[in-house]
């Protein structure tokens, strides 16, 4: 049985002032585990909310360990352009890694694992051999998968520092070149723009990056980091369109452009829902499909008290659509025989504690 | 305030089902939740002294100990430690239930309370002098803290430093976690002591918990002020040794055992300097738990 969340009743912009201690200490376990502690606690004006004190210590130890993290983050990034500078080509930063080298709103207290870049395809091969030398290493993959990633996706299997344990994922396109919904990432690739004062980043433009977001989420079952997702965008679209106003506009204009329309489209409406994402109404009238109902109901609360009734099947329906949305028929129907043919594995938890 | 041994088992069994249950554990507030009997049996015999309410309220963690999700279950029973309703590891046998929720608890503190500088040590006070007993693994760290908790001294923590901001150490007197020969050591020496339920073959071993003294438990609200860093080594009939450590080698080999080190940056070198300028670090080779005893006694009647 659902008690009503604190979470989704904050960030739908509820206000705190009939929370008690029981109800504080209920959002922050619901935040733990959608991974937005530290987000949270960013974002709340202690001075003003009244927490219980001992609320108040966790507070500081989830903003000391994300300013721990955007620390590494920054120097991880020194170390990646050391290791790929030579190359004399463009490095496109994406995600979380390029939300913390511009310092948006979109970076506070976000905890995320990998570092995101793209090059070019032609440079690819250089690209990951100069991150050989510079220690990243590609882990240990059996044959089918290393095909998987080289011809199928759009990265080269996540690479991982042998002494510092971080990782990269290094793409060449944004979205997969397999997918059923025709996206001309290659438009938003070569009219990336360089990062202010770096003469080495790229980054995508503003609306780019807000579609990014949107199709990351549209596009993907990663659930668990869901919540997280969705705030971005929100966070995103507010920061760029509290400096343009005609930011909505280019917004979806750009995404008709590149084939993401009604992506971005379902993105905003599940932002507005949720979180209340100021986009205008004329821009995005009607109601959300059916996909998105469901999305919906996979990133809301995942807390076991606050968890809405159906999670699961949600869940289930939306990771064969993202299946059937990312190859085709053919590619489909391999990888899952390959995939039966090993069992059924679920995620793996940890062993050692 | 209400301890556990005190509640009824009624009172207790439905606590645990229905989210009223708190455990106080010094500064923090457990939630704890579970429907597993052997859990709930050796919860109660191992943290009888600990205060608890009943009523719901605020908490820092949220815990669970319950059986897996359908698919995780086999033919034999399993436990699963929930943590704000998510299950960072592996499921165990519910005999290892109670092992479980230690370690599971380890890992909450060492991942999330990074207000403190954590440390893999353990902290015990003689005469209102607070020694850290850091060493890696092994070297007979819990055998001596438990010893010295059964021979009167505090025990503060059998595993985890915590030093806050103003260098103080914060207690978190709870059951000390034993490991294969040290089980029986510690009952043969103290037949009295109260050992929990044997946990055998985990990944450390045969593991059991020794109950903690009523006034330990007690003072879990009073900080300890740190007065000597200590490195203890168990070696199998060795003379016994004690040696100064300069302070620098003392801040490196802290440095080493510390869990977020790393996380607090400047803060937690600084920390740490602070650490090893107000104390002293020495460190003891020993073969008898009696010895070492006595030396920590006149290590910290001489230069605590």
């Given amino acids: ?353 | 305030m209400l301890t556990l041994s005190s509640c009824t088992s009624e009172q207790l069994h439905r606590s645990l089902r229905d989210g009223s249950f708190r455990l106080y554990l010094g500064q923090l507030a457990l939630k704890v939740s579970s429907d597993i009997p052997e859990f709930i049996a050796a919860f109660r015999q191992l943290y009888g002294d600990h205060p608890v309410t009943l009523g719901g309220g605020e908490y820092d963690f949220d815990i669970a100990i319950s059986a897996p999700a359908l698919w995780r279950r086999w033919l034999r029973r399993n436990a699963s430690f929930e943590f704000s309703g998510d299950t960072p590891f592996l499921p165990m046998e519910v005999g290892h239930a109670h092992a479980l929720f230690e370690w599971g608890l380890n890992w909450a503190i060492a991942s999330f309370l990074h207000h403190c500088l954590i440390i893999h040590s353990a902290v015990v006070e003689w005469q209102g002098k607070g020694v850290l007993l850091s060493a890696v693994s092994g070297s007979g760290k819990s055998t001596l803290s438990a010893e010295l908790s059964e021979q009167g001294w505090r025990l503060l923590s059998d595993e985890l430093a915590l030093l806050d901001s103003d260098l103080k150490l914060i207690p978190l007197a709870r059951p000390v976690s034993l490991k294969n020969s040290s089980i029986d050591i510690i009952r043969q020496r103290h037949p009295t002591a109260v050992i929990g339920p044997l946990a055998r073959d985990t990944h450390k071993g045969t593991v059991a918990h020794l109950k903690v003294s009523a006034d330990a438990v007690g003072r879990n609200l009073v900080p300890a002020v740190p007065k000597l860093i200590v490195f203890p080594k168990w070696v199998e009939n060795a003379p016994l040794r004690v040696e100064p450590v300069g302070a620098g080698q003392a801040a490196l080999r802290l440095i080493d055992q510390a869990f977020n080190y790393s996380i607090l940056g400047a803060e937690g070198f600084r920390r740490l300097v602070a650490l090893v300028r107000t104390t002293e670090a020495w460190q003891i080779e020993y073969s008898s738990l009696d010895e070492a005893r006595d030396a920590l006694e006149t290590l910290v009647a001489e230069h605590g």
């Fill in chain 1, 1 to 353: 049985m659902a008690k009503s969340s604190p979470l989704m009743s904050l960030l739908a912009g509820g206000g705190y002032e009939t929370f008690d201690p029981e109800a504080w200490s209920l959002l922050f376990s619901e935040a733990r585990r959608a991974g937005l502690l530290a987000r949270l606690a960013a974002s709340l004006r202690l001075d003003e909310v009244g927490l219980p004190e001992r609320l108040q210590k966790q507070v500081t130890a989830s903003l000391i360990e994300a300013a721990a993290f955007q620390r590494d983050v920054l120097r991880e990034l020194e170390h990646v352009q050391q290791a790929l500078q030579g190359l004399g080509v463009p490095v496109l930063l994406l995600k979380g890694a390029a939300y913390v080298r511009l310092n948006l709103p979109t970076a506070r207290g976000r905890i995320f694992s990998d570092i995101d870049i793209v090059v070019a395809k032609e440079s690819l091969a250089q690209a990951e051999a100069s991150l050989m030398l510079g220690g990243w290493l590609t882990g240990k993959l059996d044959p089918y998968d290393q095909r998987y990633y080289r011809e199928w996706s759009h990265e080269v299997p996540p690479m991982t520092h042998r002494r510092r344990g971080t990782t990269i994922d290094l793409h060449h396109a944004l979205v997969m070149p397999t997918c059923r919904i025709r996206v001309d990432s290659g438009k938003m690739i070569r009219e990336a723009v360089p990062v202010d004062g770096s003469d080495f980043w790229w980054r995508l433009q503003d609306e780019d990056m807000v579609l990014h977001a949107a199709s990351h989420l549209m596009f993907n079952s990663e659930f668990e980091r869901g919540l997280r997702d969705i705030w971005d965008i929100d966070l995103l679209f507010r920061d760029f369109a509290s400096r343009s106003a005609s930011f909505p506009e280019r917004l979806f204009e750009r995404a008709r452009e590149v084939g993401l329309g009604e992506v971005i489209r379902e993105a905003l409406r599940l932002a507005r829902a949720l979180l209340g994402t100021p986009v205008p109404e004329n821009l995005l009238p009607g109601d959300a499909k059916m996909a998105t109902r469901l999305v919906a109901r996979a990133v809301y609360s995942r807390h076991r008290q606050t968890r809405p009734a159906g999670q699961w099947l949600a869940d289930m329906l939306l990771v064969s659509r993202e299946m059937y949305l990312r190859l085709p028929n053919h590619l489909l129907l391999t990888h899952l025989a390959h995939k039966a043919s090993l069992g059924f594995t679920g995620t793996t938890p940890h062993k050692a504690i």
